[in-house]
Nanobody, 116 residues
């Protein structure tokens, strides 16, 4: 499975960005797709995830500001990020999880920089 992420960039605080991640290859059995981010000097952590059935999970820090969605026909997951804050600055990684046998796939990361 290959994951190609798009959409990072530089934005002012209060602005918006939309990240996209397209999965290709042997995607049979991929259930969960989502986004993690990693700020300088910090651990990688979950931002949001969505199952193939549409169940979503969000980090508390992004609830009400970010929305994750998924187009199963296109094997693509999106992250709409609104009201961005400087603390959102990080490299954002797309992740896909195959449930059985369990395996995690990671994209290459896309940098999001929010200026104050």
């Amino acid at each position: 499975v290959q994951l190609q992420a798009y959409g990072g960039g530089l934005v002012q605080a209060g602005g918006s960005l939309r990240l996209s991640c397209a999965a290709s290859g042997n995607i049979f059995g991929i259930n969960v797709m989502g986004w993690h981010h990693q700020a300088p000097g910090k651990q990688r952590e979950l931002v949001a995830s969505i199952t193939s059935g549409g169940t979503t999970t969000y980090a508390d820090s992004v609830k009400g500001r970010f929305t994750i969605s998924r187009d199963n026909a296109k094997n693509t997951v999106y992250l709409q990020m609104n009201t961005l804050k400087p603390d959102d600055t990080a490299v954002y990684y797309c992740k896909a999880v195959r449930i059985y046998p369990r395996f995690e796939y990671w994209g290459q990361g896309t940098l999001v920089t929010v200026s104050s």
